[in-house]
């Protein structure tokens, strides 16, 4: 692998990074609601997610999975019913103010629940593995080992999310003094959960092939 080729697939990777999704749309709610640094929790939940997603298509079975329509119908309902759940349980969750230290570390989940949801989140999206198995292939060269490539790809693309996951967070706790009452948390969590739900919805209408 090039030079020239690592760095198209850090721009290729940087664009999809900062699109719109579901990791963005649960890092932005976490840093509201918990702050940045306990919503890294989450973010490193969302890496162990795309690392096994990275897996999947570096293998080959993301190729399978999106041929096979069973397969990928299968990955697809249980990814949008669990955004659809998280979505739900977000819109119905206490409003608790922020800056109110004892309440605000009582509805906190634990650090391995915001792991686990981070993983779910990107491990069941069907779409993430449509990105992986159409862009991976473009920068790999055949005339070289292939699973050092991969490696590199990975560390690069975990590298790239991380970071731009806690630029959301950041972004989204910097935010937290207004949301000093509980009527504009329940805003909060009303407005993160619907938009979970709208993605969730949306990703019944994914079809293989068609990121």
């Known amino acids: 692998m090039s030079f020239a080729t690592w760095i198209a697939f850090v721009v290729a990777g940087t664009l999809i990074a900062i699109s719109p999704g579901s990791g963005a749309i649960l890092s932005m709610s976490h840093g509201l609601a918990y702050g940045l640094k306990k ?85 069941t999206n069907p779409k993430g593995i449509i990105f992986m198995v159409a862009v991976l292939p473009q ?28 630029g959301y967070a950041l972004l989204a706790s910097t935010m937290q003094r207004w949301f000093r009452d509980p009527r504009a948390v329940r805003m909060q969590n009303r407005f993160f959960g619907g938009v979970l739900v709208a993605v969730g919805a949306l990703l019944f209408f994914v079809k293989p092939g068609h990121g």
Do not use: C
Not at 56 to 74: D, K, M, P
């Open 39 to 123: 919503a890294s929790a989450t973010v490193l939940g969302l890496q162990l997610g795309l690392v096994l997603v990275l897996a999947i298509a570096g293998a080959g079975v993301g190729s399978l999975l999106i041929a096979s329509e069973i397969a990928f119908t299968v990955v697809k309902v249980v990814g949008a019913l669990y955004l659809i759940w998280l979505g739900i349980g977000q819109w119905r969750s206490k409003a608790v103010a922020s800056g109110v230290p004892t309440a605000g570390l009582a509805a906190h989940p634990t650090f391995g629940r915001r792991v686990l949801t981070g993983f779910l989140t990107n491990a």
């Open 139 to 166: 920068f790999i060269s055949q005339n070289a080992p292939v699973l050092p490539q991969l490696a590199i790809l990975g560390a690069t693309m975990v590298t790239i999310d991380t970071t731009v996951m806690h």
